[in-house]
């Protein structure tokens, strides 16, 4: 170190690849060479132990020594202010939501630089890297992957999913059946157009969950794929909150096909299940829901539905928006009191009997002891039951629509298990919720993310312990908060945990939300994660890992049940239309054939009606009791279950979206709603296991080069060892750390400690480099000022120059004019005055020999230039002599002779005579085409009009014999065949 005032020659040369300065001072004809760190931390990053790097630079997170809840915040701010929206935290990509349309970001050419990656360190963080690095992996370890997509609604899930399937398309290696790929790209708007809607916090928000699962052969070819869908949000049919709409489809619908009289449509905004929401009735007929709709169209022919289907499935949407404005009357006894073309509309869509339709949504039937009994429904239930039917025939539809899809794309051979096949799983699913009311769907939802929670905390220990393993450190004890608990309190059969005890409510035809809420005050009442209120209100309260949630009790077992009447499905069963035959079991409704959809009929005589509805109740019945009924929560919790287990048997990739801000607002990032967000998605949970474990983590050499002062003398050179590195921290007086095989393993106050022993080092290396800035800065000026006198005395000198010059000749032109003021005025007199000067053109044309004489010696000039210069670059030049293709000085007519009579993409190259460069001679369509190739400044080659360079003439001809001269097509194909000796090369020898 040197201390005080120094005033000594000082000579600095530039950073050496240790990212220092070389410093050498002289004193008294003696060096002492020392090192000055140049990166004057500041106090913060010197707390945090920060690497060289600038903020928002650091493409991988985990690669910041000190990865905390405030770096994590800061790094993703400030990178996504810069238009960076994606981000590596470990093998983790965490993507922010930018609201807007970044330029150039998924171009062709950004999926061709993704392809291959090997090493994602190599390029930028992007879902196009996560997509190709799962998919190598699957092909070099032949183990099933998946990408676990979570975040909450409007955070991106949707887009990053459909662009992993993009990218994972671009990258395999075709199809076993041709049009595959673009089928699989194909469903999503389907799925779109039935599944999402626009919510308040998302204009395309997936109101269901999905796995896609894409099965390769081992070639790496797709060979099908297949989607499993979860929980419909098919309550938003019905209705949906203020600013909020319906599925998309239903306005696409009226979009493309409300004047069609198929499907007996009015305007948008006289249905009750579409008029809450005005501005989206008026944005009908817009370019954005008309372009929505093309796109549809145009899926559906590419994914290969029939026009008989598709008019079916229009059909029963058609019915489900008229069945909304059915209305009832009578508070005892409910009648349909709605206008009788109503019903008959809602019949003839659904190509059902009138009565039958009437009598299911008024009156039930119900068998105690074997006889049939008919009861009149009360005014509420009458509406439960028409609110039923319409959500029933919307879910089976899009359960439908999901099963036609998984048809197309080749279902049957992911079910059929090849060897070597392996299958690349890709989950989009609904993101943690917790609003002013919680109910039984946000339940479900919140008990998927806790066992993905689990899932990806698992996987985060494991790899935490790997990098351990690796480095030979013995494990530490490092905690995790282990939601396992919490799941045993929802999932467990023994003893029953809370949908055991909803499941169980729901078989009593007695229970109630009451008796339910009771029975799980009693069931919990110690557990830690379960809180009950203080007062009578039926809710209860579990502390989830992204926070507490409460939950409503109301409607909990109506919503478990989730019946249909068996008298709708009596009605249903009826009907002529093949796909609601096919939906609700009816006779022939799995076959081809189509029924008579939407075919008005007479109406059947109502006591025949009611004969052939109450035999297909009983055949309803009968068939609902040989299958066993499950509740939602049974088979959710099936599903859920054979998720994980898909999950567990594969390698995973973790796609982390987040929500900037809820306005969907551009440039716009929210401190507290992104931490929020940090901490669902499990993110804040990596950086405290890290924290608790070895937080920092430096290579050897990076640690040498900062730290070495603190144990030897800084003009020694010390090599990056393990045994260095002990000595720096044994002379440091640091206790706690491991030191592994490449990295020193350190507590996260350890950085503190030594950043805290470098201070009077920092401080003394800031007064040296002031002072060897200062003399840097004396030197360059000096060398600046005398420059700077040189240049004026030549500028002096050339003025002095050009002054004498300009005044010789005014003195000669002052003298002539002189003269001829002198002379007598008959001297100008025409006859004696002498005669105008030649111009240049006369005068060549006088002497033509003059024109050749030039000509000559511009040839001569060419010929001299290419023997000193191009000869030795080889250009035209290939296996000892010239190439085929090129030739000396030949005027143009003489090279469209060559070239006459042969073959678009005939060519040849020329010696120019008149410049120094070359001409390229194309036959292109039975003309030629002339082309100029010049020499930039470096030196580079290039035909003129094009930007593209070559370092030589060769490899110009090599790379447009496989891409065009220009946009015509205008390709090298052939070399000029020539006849007879080659005079125009023998004076190039």
Request: glycine share 8%; aromatic share 10%; hydrophobic share 35%.
């Amino acid at each position: 170190a040197v201390w005080g005032y120094v005033n000594l020659p000082v000579s600095v040369r530039e950073h050496t690849p240790t990212g220092h300065w070389d410093v050498n001072i002289r004193i008294s004809h003696h060096t002492l060479r020392t090192n000055v760190h140049t990166r004057l931390l500041s106090a913060n990053m010197a707390k945090q132990g920060s690497r060289a790097a600038l903020p928002g630079a650091t493409d991988n997170l985990a690669e910041l020594e000190n990865l905390n809840e405030q770096t994590l915040l800061e790094e993703l701010k400030i990178r996504f202010n810069r238009d960076v929206i994606y981000t590596y935290v470990g093998e983790i990509l965490v993507t922010v939501n930018p609201f807007k349309w970044i330029q150039g970001i998924y171009d062709p050419d950004k999926m061709r630089m993704y392809s291959s990656v090997g090493d994602k360190n190599k390029l930028s963080p992007h879902v196009f890297a996560v997509a190709d690095i799962a998919f190598q992996a699957m092909r070099t370890a032949g183990k099933d992957q998946v990408c676990v997509i979570s975040g909450e609604s409007g955070a991106g899930k949707t887009e990053a999913a459909k662009l992993f399937i993009k990218q994972l398309v671009q990258v395999s290696n075709g199809a076993e059946f041709e049009g595959l790929e673009k089928k699989l790209l194909e469903v999503n708007p389907v799925l779109e157009a039935f599944g999402n809607a626009k919510t308040q916090y998302n204009n395309n928000s997936s109101r269901f969950g999905k796995f896609i699962s894409v099965k390769f052969n081992k070639e790496g070819a797709i060979r099908g794929a297949v989607m499993t869908e979860y929980l419909l949000e098919k309550s938003r049919v019905i209705s949906h909150t203020e600013n909020e709409q319906n599925f998309h489809i239903f306005y696409l619908f009226f979009n493309g096909m409300g004047k069609d009289p198929r499907f007996s449509l009015g305007d948008i905004g006289d249905y009750r299940f579409t008029c809450n929401n005005q501005d989206a009735c008026a944005s009908v007929g817009s370019k954005h829901f008309s372009e929505m709709y093309k796109e549809l169209v145009e899926a559906f022919n590419t994914i290969g539905f029939t026009q008989d289907e598709l008019e079916d499935l229009f059909k029963l949407l058609s019915g489900v928006l008229h069945l909304g404005d059915i209305e009832f009357s009578g508070e005892d006894e409910s009648r349909v009191s709605s206008e009788a073309e109503k019903l008959t509309t809602v019949c003839d869509q659904l190509s059902v009997d009138e009565t039958a339709m009437e009598l299911a949504l008024t009156r039930q039937i119900n068998v105690i002891r074997g006889e049939e009994t008919e009861r009149k429904l009360r005014l509420e239930q009458a509406e439960d039951v028409r609110d039923a039917a319409a959500k029933a025939i919307y879910e089976k539809s899009f359960a439908w629509l999901v099963s036609q899809c998984n048809r197309q794309l080749g279902e049957s051979n992911v079910r059929t298990a090849l060897s070597g096949d392996t299958a690349m799983g890709i989950l989009d699913i609904f993101g943690f919720e917790c609003f002013d009311t919680n109910s039984f769907e946000q339940l479900c939802i919140n008990l998927t993310n806790e066992q993905l929670q689990w899932y990806f905390n698992e996987h985060i220990f494991a790899m935490e312990l790997a990098e351990y393993a690796k480095e030979g450190i013995s494990a530490v004890d490092i905690t995790y908060e282990n939601n396992e608990p919490l799941l045993d309190l929802i999932l467990s059969a023994k003893p029953l945990g809370l949908l055991g005890i909803v499941d169980e409510e729901s078989n009593f035809p007695k229970a109630t939300d009451t008796t339910m809420i009771l029975k799980l005050h009693e069931a919990f009442k110690s557990h830690k994660d379960y809180e009950r209120p203080r007062g009578n209100e039926e809710i209860f309260t579990l502390a989830h890992y992204a926070g507490r949630v409460t939950y409503e009790a109301f409607n909990f077992l109506e919503k478990n049940r989730d019946t249909l009447a068996v008298d709708v499905v009596g009605a249903l069963r009826l009907s002529e239309n093949s796909l609601v035959k096919q939906l609700f079991g009816g006779e022939g409704g799995k076959g081809g054939a189509r029924g008579a959809a939407g075919k008005k009929k007479p109406k059947a005589d109502r006591s025949v009606a009611q004969g052939r509805m109450r035999q297909s109740v009983k055949h309803a019945r009968a068939s609902l009791a040989k299958k066993k009924q499950r509740t939602v929560a049974a088979t959710f919790k099936s599903s859920l279950n054979e998720l994980m287990s898909v999950l567990k048997a594969s390698e995973p990739h973790f796609i982390r979206c987040i929500k900037p801000n809820h306005a969907k607002a551009a440039s716009l990032f929210q401190d507290e709603l992104v931490t929020k967000q940090l901490r669902y998605t499990g993110m804040l949970e990596t950086t405290r296991i890290r924290r608790e474990g070895y937080a920092s983590r430096p290579l050897f050499a990076d640690f040498v080069a900062r730290y070495k002062v603190l144990g030897y003398p800084c003009r020694q050179e010390v090599r990056a060892t393990a045994d260095a590195c002990r000595t720096i921290l044994q002379k440091a007086g640091i206790t706690g750390y491991e030191v592994g095989k490449t990295k020193v393993f350190m507590r996260y106050y350890h950085a503190d400690e030594l950043n805290g022993k470098l201070e009077p080092f920092v401080s003394s290396a800031v007064i040296l480099s002031k002072y060897c800035r200062g003399f840097t800065a004396r030197s360059k000026y000096g060398v600046l000022l005398e420059a700077k006198h040189k240049q004026d005395a030549a500028v002096m000198s050339f003025l002095g120059s050009l002054e004498r010059t300009v005044q010789g000749v005014r003195d000669v032109m002052l003298s002539l004019v002189d003269e001829d003021d002198r002379r007598p005025a008959s001297y100008w007199e025409k006859s004696n005055a002498p005669s105008s000067a030649p111009s240049l053109k006369d005068r060549a044309y006088k002497n033509p020999s003059n024109k050749k004489k030039k000509a000559g010696m511009a040839r001569a000039a060419s010929v001299k230039w290419f023997k000193e210069t191009e000869k030795a670059k080889g250009a035209g030049q290939a296996d000892g002599g010239f190439a085929n293709w090129f030739h000396g000085i030949i005027t143009r007519i003489e090279a469209e002779n060559l070239l006459k009579n042969h073959p678009t993409g005939t060519f040849l190259i020329r010696v120019a005579e008149s410049r120094f460069g070359y001409s390229l001679s194309l036959m292109f369509k039975g003309r030629s085409k002339h082309f100029m190739i010049d020499q930039d400044d470096n030196g580079r080659y290039l035909v003129v009009g094009n930007d593209r360079t070559f370092p030589s003439l060769n490899e110009v001809v090599a790379f447009h014999q496989r891409h065009p001269v220009t946009d015509d097509g205008d390709t090298l194909i052939m070399a000029c065949p020539t006849d007879g000796p080659r005079d125009d090369l023998a004076e190039l020898e």
